[in-house]
């Protein structure tokens, strides 16, 4: 034990990787600007965006393209309540669908959402949720075509790690995300992003047995496109014994 303690304290970086090593799931929990991840590029809450109804059995979905193979077990995303009025979730519904390219182009036809790949309900033990910013956001319902704004000011993040039975992701293939948020009471909506990649974020109903046509989002005042906030991240013990293990290399090559 005492050499244990000793090749330790001849090691402080060592050491202090192997403490955030045990430490690696509160500490990543939350995701932040530096973190890493493994889709395109993260796409980061729009401060002054719209929040998208995406009360159940509301679904929006966005296309993102795997960077790096291997199982999606943390998801991160950000949304708001309308006028603030925290609600109380009952459960949140994330689902994964296969791509359907779209067939057009520069047509009227848009890509969307394809084969359901994968599903899975979250409870609110299994999500963390964190104030995240403010700014003078609106608030749209494609369904009715009803928007308003300013209607809202916070924005909240919502971390789901360490997903049991998770999607393995394919490098260079897209994929959907699907997430709608079932409410006792209360309007959630999802955040549209200042980064855009692919096509229009898209909307649909769930009913029994599959969805109802997919329609794209657009912004209701302007006409410009609109794609949702959201990160899928490397799972946290991966990224710590990457850190570990390039520290290793550093050190036998000196």
């Known amino acids: 034990m005492r050499d244990r303690l000793l090749t330790l304290s001849a090691s402080p970086s060592l050491a202090v990787l192997v403490v955030a090593a045990l430490m690696a799931g509160p500490v990543l929990a939350d995701w932040q600007m530096d973190d890493p991840y493994k889709m395109h590029?993260?796409?980061?809450?729009?401060?002054?965006?719209?929040d998208v109804k995406a009360k159940y059995t509301k679904v929006l979905a966005d296309d993102w393209q795997c960077s790096e193979t291997g199982p999606v077990e943390d998801v991160h995303f950000w949304g708001s309540w309308y006028k603030d009025v925290v609600g109380a979730v009952r459960w949140y519904q994330i689902s994964i669908?296969?791509?359907i390219p779209d067939p057009d182009g520069d047509g009227p036809l848009f890509s969307q959402p394809g084969e359901l790949l994968w599903l899975r309900i979250f409870y609110p033990p299994e999500v963390t949720v964190k104030p995240?910013?403010?700014?003078?956001?609106?608030?749209?319902?494609?369904?009715?075509?009803?928007?308003v704004k300013p209607n809202h000011e916070q924005t909240w993040q919502y971390n789901i790690n360490f997903i049991p039975d998770p999607f393995i992701q394919e490098k260079g293939k897209t994929y959907w995300l699907d997430v709608s948020v079932m409410c006792s009471y209360g309007e959630w909506g999802w955040k549209t992003s200042?980064?855009?990649?692919?096509?229009?974020?898209?909307?649909?109903?769930?009913?029994p047995g599959g969805y109802t046509p997919w329609q794209d989002l657009h912004d209701p005042t302007t006409g410009e496109s609109l794609d949702m906030a959201f990160v899928i991240t490397p799972e946290p013990a991966a990224v710590v014994l990457l850190a570990v293990g390039s520290l290793l290399l550093r050190r036998r090559r000196v």
């Open 97 to 99: 669908h296969e791509d």
């Open 132 to 147: 995240y910013e403010q700014g003078e956001q609106g608030w749209y319902d494609p369904y009715n075509q009803f928007w």
């Open 41 to 50: 590029y993260p796409q980061l809450p729009d401060p002054n965006g719209w």
């Open 194 to 207: 200042l980064d855009h990649w692919g096509d229009d974020a898209v909307w649909s109903d769930y009913v």
